[in-house]
Protein backbone atom coordinates (compact mmCIF):
# COMPACT_ATOMS: atom_id res chain seq x y z
CA UNK A 1 0.00 0.00 0.00
CA UNK A 2 1.50 3.11 -1.25
CA UNK A 3 -1.19 5.41 0.26
CA UNK A 4 0.00 9.08 1.30
CA UNK A 5 -3.14 11.02 2.51
CA UNK A 6 -3.25 14.77 3.21
CA UNK A 7 -5.98 16.72 4.79
CA UNK A 8 -8.20 19.41 3.38
CA UNK A 9 -7.97 18.84 -0.20
CA UNK A 10 -8.91 22.28 -0.24
CA UNK A 11 -8.15 25.46 2.10
CA UNK A 12 -9.41 29.30 1.65
CA UNK A 13 -8.07 31.27 4.20
CA UNK A 14 -7.47 35.22 5.26
CA UNK A 15 -4.05 37.11 5.56
CA UNK A 16 -4.62 36.95 9.30
CA UNK A 17 -6.07 33.18 9.87
CA UNK A 18 -4.12 30.53 11.42
CA UNK A 19 -4.28 26.90 9.86
CA UNK A 20 -2.94 23.96 9.69
CA UNK A 21 -2.25 21.07 6.82
CA UNK A 22 -1.76 17.50 7.64
CA UNK A 23 -0.23 14.19 6.12
CA UNK A 24 -0.16 10.85 7.18
CA UNK A 25 1.55 7.96 5.86
CA UNK A 26 1.41 4.47 6.78
CA UNK A 27 3.97 3.05 5.20
CA UNK A 28 6.60 2.76 7.53
CA UNK A 29 8.39 5.50 5.87
CA UNK A 30 11.28 7.43 8.29
CA UNK A 31 11.67 10.29 5.64
CA UNK A 32 8.81 12.99 5.22
CA UNK A 33 8.69 16.13 2.89
CA UNK A 34 6.61 19.00 1.91
CA UNK A 35 6.64 20.60 -1.47
CA UNK A 36 5.17 23.78 -3.08
CA UNK A 37 3.79 23.51 -6.18
CA UNK A 38 2.77 27.01 -8.42
CA UNK A 39 0.71 26.37 -11.51
CA UNK A 40 2.32 25.24 -14.85
CA UNK A 41 6.02 24.55 -12.35
CA UNK A 42 7.54 21.31 -10.69
CA UNK A 43 7.32 20.69 -7.05
CA UNK A 44 10.00 22.76 -5.06
CA UNK A 45 10.88 21.31 -1.99
CA UNK A 46 10.43 22.90 1.26
CA UNK A 47 11.13 20.24 4.23
CA UNK A 48 12.85 17.45 4.87
CA UNK A 49 11.95 15.45 8.11
CA UNK A 50 14.13 12.57 9.07
CA UNK A 51 13.04 10.23 12.01
CA UNK A 52 11.10 12.82 12.76
CA UNK A 53 14.14 15.57 13.37
CA UNK A 54 14.05 18.69 10.85
CA UNK A 55 16.38 17.32 8.50
CA UNK A 56 15.95 20.39 5.70
CA UNK A 57 14.45 23.55 5.55
CA UNK A 58 14.63 25.17 2.02
CA UNK A 59 15.08 28.94 3.41
CA UNK A 60 11.13 29.09 3.79
CA UNK A 61 9.31 32.04 5.63
CA UNK A 62 8.67 31.11 9.30
CA UNK A 63 5.08 31.82 8.10
CA UNK A 64 5.18 27.98 7.15
CA UNK A 65 6.08 26.44 10.65
CA UNK A 66 6.25 22.26 9.68
CA UNK A 67 5.97 19.81 12.76
CA UNK A 68 6.67 15.78 12.67
CA UNK A 69 4.65 14.50 15.98
CA UNK A 70 5.34 10.87 15.04
CA UNK A 71 6.84 9.57 12.34
CA UNK A 72 3.63 8.53 10.30
CA UNK A 73 2.41 12.11 10.83
CA UNK A 74 3.42 15.49 9.16
CA UNK A 75 1.85 18.83 9.29
CA UNK A 76 2.33 22.47 7.94
CA UNK A 77 1.69 25.50 10.07
CA UNK A 78 0.20 28.02 8.58
CA UNK A 79 0.50 31.77 10.00
CA UNK A 80 0.17 35.02 8.32
CA UNK A 81 0.10 34.13 4.32
CA UNK A 82 0.08 36.14 1.34
CA UNK A 83 -1.53 35.84 -1.18
CA UNK A 84 1.44 34.25 -3.54
CA UNK A 85 1.40 31.67 -1.21
CA UNK A 86 -1.75 30.15 -2.91
CA UNK A 87 -0.34 26.75 -4.46
CA UNK A 88 -0.61 23.04 -4.22
CA UNK A 89 1.05 22.27 -1.28
CA UNK A 90 1.84 18.30 -1.50
CA UNK A 91 3.82 15.61 1.28
CA UNK A 92 5.72 12.65 0.46
CA UNK A 93 7.30 9.84 1.77
CA UNK A 94 10.13 7.82 0.92
CA UNK A 95 11.52 4.44 3.18
CA UNK A 96 15.00 6.90 4.28
CA UNK A 97 16.13 10.44 3.82
CA UNK A 98 18.08 10.54 0.24
CA UNK A 99 16.95 12.20 -2.71
CA UNK A 100 17.73 8.55 -4.73
CA UNK A 101 15.07 6.92 -2.43
CA UNK A 102 11.77 6.75 -4.42
CA UNK A 103 9.13 9.44 -2.66
CA UNK A 104 5.31 8.61 -2.38
CA UNK A 105 2.83 11.84 -3.02
CA UNK A 106 -0.14 12.34 -1.46
CA UNK A 107 -2.61 14.22 -3.67
CA UNK A 108 -2.14 17.52 -2.45
CA UNK A 109 -4.09 20.75 -0.51
CA UNK A 110 -4.89 23.25 -2.72
CA UNK A 111 -4.64 26.40 -0.97
CA UNK A 112 -6.22 29.76 -2.03
CA UNK A 113 -4.80 33.01 0.90
CA UNK A 114 -7.02 36.23 -0.01
CA UNK B 1 25.31 21.36 -11.25
CA UNK B 2 22.48 19.02 -12.00
CA UNK B 3 19.55 19.59 -14.65
CA UNK B 4 16.85 18.23 -16.27
CA UNK B 5 15.42 19.48 -19.06
CA UNK B 6 12.48 18.63 -20.82
CA UNK B 7 11.81 20.39 -23.95
CA UNK B 8 8.45 19.77 -24.77
CA UNK B 9 6.00 21.56 -22.70
CA UNK B 10 2.91 20.50 -24.25
CA UNK B 11 2.29 17.13 -26.46
CA UNK B 12 -1.39 16.62 -28.11
CA UNK B 13 -1.98 12.94 -29.95
CA UNK B 14 -5.20 11.53 -30.95
CA UNK B 15 -6.26 8.25 -29.10
CA UNK B 16 -4.79 4.97 -29.70
CA UNK B 17 -1.73 7.15 -31.12
CA UNK B 18 1.70 6.18 -29.59
CA UNK B 19 3.70 9.65 -27.75
CA UNK B 20 7.05 9.97 -26.98
CA UNK B 21 8.44 12.39 -23.56
CA UNK B 22 11.84 13.31 -23.69
CA UNK B 23 14.25 13.74 -20.81
CA UNK B 24 17.67 15.32 -21.18
CA UNK B 25 19.86 15.50 -18.16
CA UNK B 26 23.09 16.95 -16.76
CA UNK B 27 24.91 15.13 -14.06
CA UNK B 28 28.64 15.34 -13.24
CA UNK B 29 28.38 11.80 -11.04
CA UNK B 30 28.87 8.90 -11.93
CA UNK B 31 26.05 7.34 -9.69
CA UNK B 32 22.76 8.62 -9.88
CA UNK B 33 18.68 8.29 -10.53
CA UNK B 34 16.05 9.11 -12.72
CA UNK B 35 12.62 9.07 -11.84
CA UNK B 36 9.33 9.46 -14.03
CA UNK B 37 6.45 10.93 -12.31
CA UNK B 38 2.72 11.41 -13.75
CA UNK B 39 0.57 14.43 -12.28
CA UNK B 40 -2.99 13.89 -13.42
CA UNK B 41 -5.38 16.68 -12.83
CA UNK B 42 -6.96 15.65 -9.71
CA UNK B 43 -2.97 16.90 -8.58
CA UNK B 44 -1.26 14.10 -6.86
CA UNK B 45 2.29 13.16 -8.19
CA UNK B 46 1.88 9.09 -9.31
CA UNK B 47 5.47 7.47 -9.24
CA UNK B 48 5.94 5.48 -12.17
CA UNK B 49 9.81 4.27 -12.63
CA UNK B 50 13.12 4.67 -10.71
CA UNK B 51 16.16 3.52 -12.65
CA UNK B 52 19.98 3.78 -11.34
CA UNK B 53 23.04 4.91 -13.87
CA UNK B 54 24.59 1.52 -13.78
CA UNK B 55 21.13 -0.11 -15.28
CA UNK B 56 20.93 0.88 -18.91
CA UNK B 57 18.02 -1.71 -19.72
CA UNK B 58 15.33 -0.57 -21.20
CA UNK B 59 11.67 -1.25 -19.17
CA UNK B 60 8.58 -2.31 -20.64
CA UNK B 61 5.65 -2.16 -18.09
CA UNK B 62 2.41 -2.33 -20.00
CA UNK B 63 1.95 -0.05 -22.53
CA UNK B 64 4.79 2.14 -20.63
CA UNK B 65 8.17 2.02 -22.27
CA UNK B 66 11.22 3.95 -21.09
CA UNK B 67 14.79 4.24 -22.75
CA UNK B 68 17.61 4.77 -21.02
CA UNK B 69 20.68 6.23 -22.70
CA UNK B 70 24.09 7.44 -20.98
CA UNK B 71 26.10 7.98 -23.80
CA UNK B 72 23.25 10.76 -25.01
CA UNK B 73 22.00 11.45 -21.38
CA UNK B 74 18.25 10.91 -22.16
CA UNK B 75 15.94 8.96 -20.51
CA UNK B 76 12.64 9.10 -22.36
CA UNK B 77 8.99 7.32 -21.92
CA UNK B 78 7.19 5.91 -24.47
CA UNK B 79 2.90 5.49 -24.42
CA UNK B 80 1.80 2.80 -26.78
CA UNK B 81 -1.63 3.37 -27.86
CA UNK B 82 -2.20 6.10 -25.95
CA UNK B 83 -6.05 6.59 -24.08
CA UNK B 84 -7.63 9.67 -22.34
CA UNK B 85 -6.68 8.72 -19.16
CA UNK B 86 -2.73 9.20 -19.89
CA UNK B 87 -3.98 12.90 -20.07
CA UNK B 88 -1.73 14.25 -17.61
CA UNK B 89 1.21 16.34 -16.59
CA UNK B 90 4.64 14.06 -16.81
CA UNK B 91 7.83 15.03 -14.81
CA UNK B 92 11.02 13.79 -15.32
CA UNK B 93 13.43 14.10 -12.26
CA UNK B 94 17.50 13.12 -11.24
CA UNK B 95 18.59 12.37 -8.23
CA UNK B 96 22.18 12.43 -7.56
CA UNK B 97 24.10 10.49 -4.40
CA UNK B 98 27.10 12.84 -3.78
CA UNK B 99 25.40 14.27 -0.97
CA UNK B 100 22.36 16.47 -2.59
CA UNK B 101 19.63 15.24 -0.68
CA UNK B 102 17.34 16.83 -3.19
CA UNK B 103 15.43 15.78 -6.35
CA UNK B 104 16.01 17.91 -9.72
CA UNK B 105 12.45 17.94 -11.29
CA UNK B 106 12.33 19.13 -15.16
CA UNK B 107 9.53 21.71 -15.99
CA UNK B 108 7.00 18.86 -17.09
CA UNK B 109 5.28 17.89 -20.37
CA UNK B 110 1.57 18.13 -20.36
CA UNK B 111 0.19 16.28 -22.27
CA UNK B 112 -3.41 15.72 -23.72
CA UNK B 113 -4.89 12.73 -25.54
CA UNK B 114 -7.72 13.65 -27.88
CA UNK B 115 -10.40 11.06 -27.96
Known amino acids: DTEVTQTPKHLVMGMTNKKSLKCEQH?????MYWYKQKAKKPPELMFVYSYEKLSINESVPSRFSPECPNSSLLNLHLHALQPEDSALYLCASSQDKGSWRTQYFGPGTRLLVL | AQKVTQAQTEISVVEKEDVTLDCVYE???????LFWYKQPPSGELVFLIR??????QNEISGRYSWNFQKSTSSFNFTITASQVVDSAVYFCALSETSGNEKLTFGTGTRLTIIP
Open chain 1, 27 to 31: MGHRA
Open chain 2, 51 to 56: RNSFDE
Open chain 2, 27 to 33: TRDTTYY
